[in-house]
């Protein structure tokens, strides 16, 4: 009972449990309003809000009014802890509810409420599936009560993604959202933007997205020029390297570093005298990719071969991810690995990880069956409490104690006599698997046996709807990887309840703890029967990495013998032990990856709001003037020759000419220099104002703009080799992160700098050119600018049909002014 006052997720529920009170208060009054009296109480609430109430205020009514439509509308009545539930994800917490508790209807509570400002609110789910499904199952009550729902799918076109923003509730992946961010942040023209703001978002299946996902940023990229054959050459170079002598492999951390001998062999096989030399760099990355191409990452457990192309699979949710590559050329150095197409690797022109995206929203919140195991990351990263809500139902499944086998053989014919027994009861079975070449395996064996079964893979997503609909009937086997299910439940009837309800079989334990809970969730629904067991062996990769030795020295001390197995609570806390150690190697790996791009996301900003800046504006006078003003600064303190103290004309006439101006300079200090410098500048520019007219602000804003984006997409590339660069400087007992920041932000100053010297280069030699004149008339190296219609493109040239050494393409950048602050 002492506990219990200390205990906080009770506190929460308690205070909970009274508002549900309140909510339940109106229940009988809000029962008798007619089907308009009770649409009419969504201008009402918006009424109330605009004369100075708060949400919290109303909320005990609106929830009662959700409840009542959802009644009327799709026969769905909110119990208890679905408000409660509701209530906590309002006030921006991840709420923890089991496989079956409705989570879906929960998130009706919340989502209209917060509509109620007028803001658009977000659910955002796994999968396109999911997200359509949830949005026209619950849609109609958002409807009945006047608010309009809309939902994005990937490939949809960019007026419907628009369109689908505009309304109050917008349903979606994380996916989809966070590249409509970054694809917003590539726009030239403010109506071509589709989001309108990050005000609140409920993360659906918060653990996977928020958590298992935050390693993997979000890219939006295009091509580069690296050559397919350097791939496929580093591929075949690997064969020559040896585990140990060439190379050590750190499972764990699943990274490769070469010996002395290795460096020798890769110097020798490469005909270059030293690896580590800047101009070799490149050769290293390439050699350490195709070595973990080979090593680490294997076919149908990370990735799958379809149609000629690798696609990868999700650890944790066994699905497709469609589309998503691995970067840094990695992906092509498993191409190349696997024989197949070598796709070009890819430029990156914007990035965010989850973690900073979901982190702009202004209340965040979650729902999950498994989140209270990762309550102190959820509160570190996105500053979200995590509360677990009762069952409406006592959860009465029987979880049994693992059985345990020294060997993977002993292991699986447990599995498979397991199942051929209950088989011939009738019990429907879910066995779970880590990958797909272990379903595969397992379906085998059960083919030799005679035992019919389901497979839902990766390679089966399809039918993966149908699959689960099955699941639960008498006498179904289903075997499947991590994505089974997620986000559906698996239905069984009175007579299954009868046989025990559903039996789930784990096969192995998942580097997450999570990840097993939401398996053994699939059963023991709503209060329904239920049972499962985890099989393990020595050999599996858990237990073989993190908990081997320990194990071993138990299993020898009590003198089991293979094929027989063992139950004991000693084991299971070993195993538990196990677990935690991979889940912190992943909490660190997502903690450097989160404190880097927080740097990152620091600068993207910085580069973001200026650019919306620039799409708001009409007139750019004032904001170019500081822009050359801090060229000519910049120009006059490079100009100053400290040891003859004198200013170096040559220099300065020298930058001037690059803007195709002459002139003899005549200041002698760094001040009269400045002011020299300015009106020399200045004057040309109004001369080019006067010569493009009208037409010069549109011109303005897109080599603005078109320079900020290129020379912003070159800061990133830069910033990738830094991320694995600053690593290596830890043999050196320097801090990665620190010196990233460093370097990073001295970068980013470089980049500003660079920025405003090719606008400033751009506006100086950028002329209005006939195309009609002849080719005499525009020998010299200018931008021309050509306006039709009212459109811009733009071109360089030296003369007609011929391109200039330094393309547009190459030239464009981007650059600081007051409005750009980054802190260090």
């Known amino acids: 009972m002492l506990f219990g006052l200390f205990d906080k997720n009770e506190r929460l529920l308690k205070k909970y449990r009274k508002m549900v009170e309140k909510i339940n208060a109106f229940e009988p009054e809000i029962e008798k309003l007619s089907d308009d009296e009770l649409k009419n109480k969504t201008p009402e609430f918006k009424k109330r809000l605009e004369n100075g109430e708060t ?53 009706t509570l919340p989502l209209y409420l917060n509509a109620l400002t007028g803001k658009n609110c977000q659910l955002a789910t796994h999968n396109d599936y999911l997200a359509k499904r949830d949005a026209e199952w619950m849609g109609p009550i958002y409807e009945f009560l006047g608010l309009k729902v809309g939902f994005i799918q990937a490939g949809m076109s960019k007026e419907d993604r628009k369109a689908a923003y505009e309304a109050d509730i917008t349903y979606g992946t994380a996916n989809e959202f ?23 978002a409920i993360v659906d299946e918060a653990d996977s997205i928020l958590i298992d996902e935050a390693r993997t940023p979000l890219i939006i990229s295009g091509p580069s020029d690296t050559p397919s054959e350097l791939y496929r050459r580093f591929s075949h170079l690997s064969k ?91 992906h092509q150095a498993i191409e190349a690995k696997e024989g197949v197409q070598i796709k070009q690797e890819s430029l990156t022109y914007a990035t965010i990880t989850f973690q900073n995206y979901f982190r702009m929203y202004d209340k965040l919140s979650g729902m999950t069956g498994t989140a209270k195991t990762e309550e102190s990351e959820f509160q570190q990263i ?137 398996l053994i969730g699939r059963s023991g629904r709503q209060g329904d029967p239920g049972e499962s067991r985890f099989f393990l062996s020595f050999e599996d990769d858990v237990l073989r990495l993190f908990g081997g030795e320990r194990m071993k020295r138990i299993m020898a001390t009590l003198r089991i013998e293979e094929g027989q197995p063992i139950e004991h609570k000693l084991l299971s806390n070993v195993i538990r032990d196990a677990q935690k150690k991979v889940e912190g190697i992943h909490f660190s790996m997502r903690k450097r990856l989160y404190e880097m791009d927080s740097v990152m996301d620091n ?43 004198v200013i170096n004309k040559d220099y300065v006439k020298g930058k001037l000419e690059s803007f195709l101006i ?72 320097k801090d990665p992160n620190m010196e990233f920041k460093k370097e990073s932000y001295y970068m980013f100053s470089q980049l500003v700098d660079d920025i405003y010297d090719t606008i400033v280069d751009y506006l100086m030699r950028i002329t209005r050119v006939d195309p009609n004149k002849e080719e005499s008339q525009a020998k010299k190296q200018t931008v021309n600018l050509n306006f039709v219609h009212g459109d811009t493109s733009v071109i360089d040239s030296q003369k007609k049909g011929q391109k200039s050494k330094k393309s547009y393409a190459e030239k464009k950048g981007f650059k600081r002014n007051t409005r750009f602050k980054v802190k260090k």
């Not at 966070?178 to 609140?200: A, P, T």
């Not at 379809?306 to 066994?318: L, N, P, S, Y």
């Not at 800046?613 to 303190?637: C, G, M, N, P």
Request: charged share 35%; net charge negative.
């Open 55 to 107: 949400l919290d205020d109303i909320l005990f009514e609106a929830f009662a009014v959700v409840r009542e439509a959802a009644k009327r509308v799709v026969d769905m009545r909110h119990f208890d802890v679905q408000l409660m539930g509701g209530i906590s994800m309002h006030e921006g917490i991840i709420a923890e509810m089991k496989t079956g508790e409705g989570k879906t209807l929960v998130a």
């Open 178 to 200: 966070g590249f409509d961010y970054l694809r917003d942040n590539l726009v030239y023209d403010m109506d071509d933007k589709s989001q309108r703001g990050h005000y609140f």
């Open 240 to 330: 020559n390297f040896e585990n140990e002598s060439d190379y050590t492999v750190d499972e764990k951390q699943k990274t490769i570093s070469l010996t002395e001998e290795g460096i020798d062999k890769a110097e020798k096989l490469l005909q270059i005298d030293n690896l580590y030399d800047p101009e070799n760099i490149k050769y290293l990355f390439h050699l350490l990719n195709a070595l973990k191409a080979r090593i680490f990452f294997k076919k149908d457990k990370d990735y799958i071969i379809k149609e000629g192309e690798v696609i990868i699979v999700d650890e944790f949710t066994g699905r497709l991810l469609q589309g998503r590559r691995y970067s840094e050329g990695l």
């Open 382 to 518: 996105y500053n979200c409490e995590v509360v677990v809500i009762p069952t409406n139902k006592p959860v009465i499944r029987k979880d049994k104690n693992d059985s345990i086998y020294q060997a993977l053989k002993g292991k699986y014919n447990a599995i498979v006599a397991e199942i051929e027994e209950r088989h011939k009861t009738g019990q429907p079975m879910l066995v779970g698997t880590t990958s797909i070449d272990k379903s595969e395996l397992l379906s085998n064996l059960l083919k030799r046996k005679g035992i019919p079964h389901e497979v839902l893979n990766a390679k089966q997503h399809e039918r993966e709807a149908e699959i689960i609909a099955n699941a639960g009937q008498k006498g179904a086997v289903t075997i499947a990887t991590n994505m089974a299910g997620r986000g559906t439940d698996i239905k069984i009837n009175n007579e299954v309840k009868e046989l025990g309800g559903l039996y789930v079989i784990g096969t192995e334990r998942h580097e997450s703890r999570r990840v097993d809970n939401q």
């Open 603 to 645: 600068q993207r900003n910085s580069i973001y709001n200026h650019r919306n800046w620039i799409l708001k504006q009409e007139d750019y006078t004032e904001h170019l003037k500081e822009i050359f003003e801090d060229v000519a600064d910049r120009i006059s303190e490079s100009a100053w020759d400290d040891k003859a103290g």
């Open 662 to 733: 002459i002139a003899d300079i005549k200041s002698e200090s760094v001040s009269e220099l400045k002011e020299e410098l300015m009106t020399l500048l200045w004057d040309k520019f109004r001369g080019k104002k006067e010569e493009f007219g009208d037409h010069f602000n549109k011109m303005s804003k897109f080599i603005m703009l078109r320079i900020i984006d290129d020379k912003w997409r070159s800061h990133l590339d830069a910033i990738e080799h830094l991320k694995e660069a600053v690593g290596l400087r830890a043999y050196g007992q």
